[in-house]
Structure formats: C-alpha cells, structure tokens
C-alpha cells in the first residue's frame, strides 16, 4: 500500500539524502511535502491525511515534541531521524514507530517503513471489515462512514443518494452531504441489500426515495428531495425491476 508521508527536517542536507533514499529504497512512500520548522511541519499535518511523519528532534525556535502537543488528534505514524540517542526514551513516551540515528541506514530506514506499512495495512483491513455489507445488519440499518479521526454512524435510509467524484463518494442527506475517501463502487457493493440501486455511473439511488420516474432513452428520477439524476440507457432495465 501507499504510505502518504512528509519529512521535517531543518538541515537541507539532511532533507536530501532522507528524500533521495526513501525514492530508491522505499517506492511504496509518496511524500507529500517537506518541511524546515515547527510552523511548516503543522501546516502540513493539517493539510494533508498523512500515514507518516519523518521528524527530526531539533530544529529552530523548538523541537519534535513542541510539535507533537500542537497536534490534536495524531493519526500518523512518527518515525524520529536524529544524531542524538539520548532523546530516545522520551521519543518512545510519544508513542514513535521507530527511531533513526543520524547518519541514516538503509536497512534500518527500509525496517522502518515496513513496520509503518504493516501498522496502516491492518488499520485499513480493520476499517474495510467495518464497513462491509454484513456489519450494517450487525448494527440495524445502519453503515459507518469513515472520518479522519475514526467513523461516523448514519442510519442507511437517511441516505438519498451518492455521487461519484474521483475516487471519493460524496454522500447526501436531506440537508447536508459527506465527502468519504471511498469509490463508488465500494458504497455499491455495500449498499446492495438496502435498497440502493445504480442508474448512472456516477450515481448510486435510494429506491425509497425515488418519487417519480420520467421516461427517456435512459430517463431520470426525481427524488423525495426535488434532485433529478440522469439514469444511463444501460442501467435502466435494472432500475425499473425495482418497480415490477
């Protein structure tokens, strides 16, 4: 899997030869930005959905650990890179994946990697188990939609329908909507008992909330809420088997 990751490190030496190597020996690490400061490193963290932190201990106007208390809900994994081993307790306290001694292994930067991988690789497959079809039986009608900082539960026919876009799905409600880092394909093959039926590819409908049907090649539906979704020629058959 991919690890989404940032460096923050203040020397650009430094900075060069982690990016070099982690471009060479660890491909599955996509690094989204690099870093100089405290002030830098926490733009980043708050920008991006990060697995990943390479920190360095020192750097100007505070350190490592100043920047882990301005985090609020740390959902990355931190890996320190440092030339001093005395700092190596208190890294352990602030919960560090691993810990790099300054000049960097090779070796020791790949075991590093892996054991990230291995920590996210079962994050996801417990996330994945989560939201499959068999756990919204398991909690009366209701899917997990899954947030930066854990899930939220939402009762599935509140859901009116979900839109494509990307590779994310953006759910809607009655009067707000939710975008989910899930492709549409997943909401389908999760949905599938509950009603919910594709009439486009960019589109997934709650049959419930369907109020009116109006012909064409493929035609439309209008929903409880005044929304018209387009249905494409090929998924119409299947649409209107729900009214048979």
């Given at each position: 899997?991919k690890?989404k990751?940032?460096?923050?490190e203040d020397?650009?030496?430094?900075?060069?030869i982690l990016?070099?190597y982690?471009?060479k020996?660890?491909?599955?690490?996509?690094?989204?930005?690099?870093a100089s400061n405290?002030?830098e490193?926490?733009?980043l963290?708050?920008?991006h959905?990060?697995?990943l932190v390479?920190l360095?201990v020192e750097?100007?106007?505070?350190?490592?650990?100043d920047?882990l208390e301005?985090v609020?809900?740390?959902?990355?994994?931190?890996?320190?890179?440092?030339a001093y081993d005395h700092y190596?307790?208190?890294?352990?306290?602030n919960q560090?994946t691993y810990?790099?001694?300054k000049p960097i292994?090779?070796?020791e930067l790949?075991?590093a990697?892996?054991?990230?991988t291995?920590i996210?690789?079962?994050?996801?497959e417990?996330e994945?188990?989560?939201?499959?079809?068999?756990?919204?039986?398991q909690?009366?009608?209701k899917?997990t939609?899954?947030?930066?900082?854990?899930f939220e539960?939402?009762?599935?026919n509140e859901?009116?329908?979900?839109?494509a876009d990307?590779?994310?799905?953006?759910?809607?409600?009655e009067n707000?909507?939710?975008?989910?880092?899930k492709?549409?394909?997943?909401?389908?093959e999760?949905?599938k008992d509950?009603?919910f039926?594709?009439v486009?590819k960019?589109?997934?409908?709650?049959?419930?909330?369907?109020?009116k049907?109006?012909?064409?090649?493929g035609g439309s539906?209008?929903?409880?809420?005044?929304?018209?979704?387009m249905?494409?020629a090929?998924?119409k058959?299947n649409?209107?088997?729900y009214f048979?």
């Amino acid at each position: 899997m991919k690890i989404k990751a940032i460096i923050v490190e203040d020397e650009q030496i430094s900075r060069d030869i982690l990016r070099n190597y982690i471009a060479k020996y660890c491909p599955n690490v996509e690094l989204l930005g690099e870093a100089s400061n405290i002030e830098e490193a926490q733009k980043l963290i708050e920008k991006h959905e990060l697995d990943l932190v390479f920190l360095d201990v020192e750097m100007p106007f505070g350190n490592a650990f100043d920047l882990l208390e301005k985090v609020e809900n740390k959902t990355f994994e931190v890996v320190f890179v440092t030339a001093y081993d005395h700092y190596a307790i208190e890294a352990l306290n602030n919960q560090a994946t691993y810990y790099l001694l300054k000049p960097i292994s090779i070796d020791e930067l790949i075991k590093a990697v892996s054991i990230v991988t291995e920590i996210k690789e079962k994050e996801n497959e417990l996330e994945t188990t989560v939201l499959m079809p068999k756990a919204i039986h398991q909690v009366n009608g209701k899917i997990t939609i899954p947030q930066q900082d854990g899930f939220e539960v939402v009762a599935v026919n509140e859901i009116l329908f979900c839109k494509a876009d990307d590779n994310y799905t953006e759910i809607y409600f009655e009067n707000s909507k939710k975008l989910v880092s899930k492709t549409l394909k997943y909401f389908e093959e999760a949905l599938k008992d509950n009603s919910f039926v594709r009439v486009h590819k960019s589109f997934l409908v709650n049959v419930n909330e369907i109020s009116k049907y109006k012909k064409g090649k493929g035609g439309s539906v209008i929903l409880s809420n005044g929304k018209e979704i387009m249905v494409s020629a090929s998924k119409k058959a299947n649409l209107l088997s729900y009214f048979k």
